[in-house]
Structures are given as structure tokens and as C-alpha cells.
């Protein structure tokens, strides 16, 4: 893999209504094959999504880029968004567990909902409600403990739980809905050491900081690894884009 900077890029911005046909003449392909990937993925994922990547990239000072570059980039986001898909899913199972375990346990400050105690005095289980659950539903009954709960389910947890929360409800949604995360600029402020934060980065770095410690140094070399592409020695990923956490 080999690391590029910014440097020498030009501020020059690409509209996003420009045509498919133009755009192909911005590209600087290796090869034919290349080209008709191009083609094929300009239809598939469409034109805008590519202007915005390459504005994120930025152009030569020839008001050129390279296809493979925003390739590269497009598979590293994906990369991201799939591992971080697992991680996610696990901090989900994570809350549910706890809920469950603290429902047998006869916790007072569960506040499961009037439905699904109904439905558990008829017969139903815990972890099956659960399951029926979304993640926001989740939060909720989280948000409803008690600050000695919130406590046990997230050990690392500070006064900005709910906040931090909340942000990692964002970065499951944009991931939920295959946005670029390069490119999402919605995300939810988290709290790193007291710190506002609403940037990729942080938001991972939040997560890392209330998945269950099992789970953390899994996620922190599975994230900083999804920058390598076994299967390719010229890949490229500009050092600005790289995600890193410790």
C-alpha cells in the first residue's frame, strides 16, 4: 500500500451536476478494464456520489484524478462501515444481555414497557421481546436506568452517556443506510475526555470507549487494519482519510 498527502491537489471543485459522459473525461484510467468499471459503477452507484468523493479527494493540478484512487477510497470507506456494522451488532447484544440478565435478576429501575410485560405475564420470554426490539427502543429502556445501572453496563461511562449514546445511534443509522462515512456530515456529537466531538474518528473512538471491554482491542486493530488491502500492492489511500485509533 503506498500513503499519499493532499499536497499539490487543487482546490478545484467538480458540480455535482455534471454528466456522466464529462465526468469520465476527468478520470485517468490505467487501462481499458478500468475504464468500463468506471462505466459500470458511474450507473450503478451513480455520478453524484463519485463528484463528492472526488471533492473530498481532490483533483490534480491538472483538474485530473485518478479512477483507481477514488476506487481505493469508496472500498476503504466500505471496508469501515462493515467491520464497524459487526462491532455495532455486538454493542446491541451487549445492552440486550444486560437487559435480560437484569430482568431475571429483578431489577428495579427496568423499565421494560407495558406491552412487553403483558406479554411476559402471558407467557413470553425476555430475550425473545428483546429481540423484537429496535436499537432505539434498546436505548430507551437504557435511558431509564439509573445512574448506578448505567454504571454497570458501561463502566467507562461519564455525565455525557446519554450524548454519547445518541451519537452512536447516528453512526449505526448511516452505516444501517450504506452512506459514505466519508462524506456523512450528520453525525451526532460524542464526548472524548470532556471533549465535543462530530467527526468519524471520534464517533469510532466513542464506540470503542463503551463496547464492553471484551470487544475493544478487536475493534481498535480491526479498524486500523482496514486501511490494508491484502490483495492489492498499489493501493492508495490518502493519509488525511486514514482512520486510526488507539
Known sequence: MFIIGMNG???KRISVHITKTKLMKVFKFRNDEERNQCNKYLDLKGVAYHVLLINKIGLDNK??????????VYKYDKRLRNRLYKFLSAFEEQIRAFIANSYNHGLESLQLGELILTNLKSGSNIAYELEDLTFNQLLQIVENLNSKDL??????????????LKAIKELRNAISHHRILFLYDEYETCYINGK?????????INLKNLINEYYKQFLVD???????DKRDNNYYIPQELIIKIN
Do not use: A, C, E
Open 63 to 72: 483538474g485530473k484524478i485518478s479512477y483507481k484512487l477514488v476506487s481505493d
Open 222 to 228: 480491526s479498524i486500523n487494519d482496514s486501511v490494508n
Open 9 to 11: 491537489m487543487s482546490n
Open 151 to 164: 454504571k454497570r453496563i458501561f463502566p467507562n461511562s461519564d455525565k455525557y452517556l446519554l450524548d454519547n
Open 196 to 204: 465535543p466531538y462530530n467527526d468519524l474518528s471520534n464517533n469510532i
